[in-house]
């Protein structure tokens, strides 16, 4: 048996597709099937239900899954024993956060970090959705949401603040006649989204974009009054504040994994985030 099968089934049981197990794992559709179908070949059993538009688990299947889940489990396990075990700042940390924190705030701060310790490699994800540290897909996170699980250290190192902005013709405007750029379904759960909905009331949002960048694009451009982290904003002079009512700040979550919270370079990433936040702050 080739062990590596059970762990795409264990993806497969996650994400619900073969498309979606394919693009967590990084290779094709084809990939993730083939596999699938080898692995039912050494068990001598069905796993999947090839249906024409979803694949999903049998009951084999999925007790199967299980198994995997908790030998990844494990596996990640030894994995983190050996990183917390190393005694120097080198090897690699992993560290995902918000695409807007990453390059307003971490990425031009990196550079203290890197003087500070230039054996140490940093993998460095700007990602909108959160990262499982139990799974292993990162070491740290820095979060806008509140995190869950018992296995994370949790620590509040700041906070984000929003405020509306437009170009200068819009902001003449009367407010009345203001159009808003917003959040599409992806994101339409967030906070600042909900809020600009309530604000907006009558008016239209009709540019919809997936992250703050396009926002801040569209911003600029002309296209609407957008809500945006005022770290952005406020350091563009093509658009201004509008509006005196804004939403209550964001606050910013650190997390780490507990079992690596003594390795040394992990703890050397989260002091360098929390001096970090808390100098913009």
Not at 202 to 208: A, G, I, K, N
Request: proline share 6%; charged share 20%.
């Amino acid at each position: 048996m080739n062990w590596d099968d059970l762990r795409i089934l264990a993806a497969l049981e996650r994400e619900g597709s073969l498309a979606a197990a394919a693009r967590r794992l990084g290779v094709n559709h084809a990939t993730v099937s083939r596999r699938i179908a080898a692995l039912e070949d050494d068990l001598g059993q069905q796993l999947i239900r090839r249906l024409a538009r979803s694949t999903p688990l049998t009951e084999k299947g999925r007790k199967i899954a299980a198994i995997a889940q908790e030998m990844e489990h494990s596996a990640l396990k030894v994995v983190r024993a050996g990183h917390a075990a190393q005694g120097t700042l080198t090897g690699t940390v992993r560290l995902t956060a918000p695409p807007v924190l990453v390059s307003e705030i971490i990425i031009p701060a990196m550079g203290t970090l890197r003087s500070a310790h230039p054996d140490l490699r940093i993998v460095l994800s700007a990602n909108s959705h959160i990262a499982s540290l139990d799974r292993g897909q990162a070491d740290l996170a820095v979060r806008m949401v509140e995190p869950q699980g018992q296995q994370n250290i949790v620590r509040r190192i700041g906070q984000v603040d929003f405020a509306l902005y437009a170009s200068a013709p819009i902001a003449k405007q009367p407010s009345a006649e203001w159009r808003f750029v917003a959040f599409d379904e992806t994101l339409g759960h967030v906070p600042q989204q909900r809020w600009l909905e309530e604000y907006a009331g009558d008016r239209p949002l009709d540019l919809l974009t997936g992250d703050f960048h396009s926002q801040f694009a569209a911003a600029r451009a002309g296209l609407g009054v957008a809500l945006l982290p005022c770290i952005m904003g406020d350091a563009c002079p093509e658009i201004v504040r509008v509006a005196p009512k804004q939403p209550e700040d964001r606050p910013v979550w650190l997390v780490i994994h507990a079992d690596l919270h003594d390795a040394p370079a992990v703890r050397a990433v989260a002091d360098f985030l929390v001096y970090v936040f808390a100098r913009y702050r």
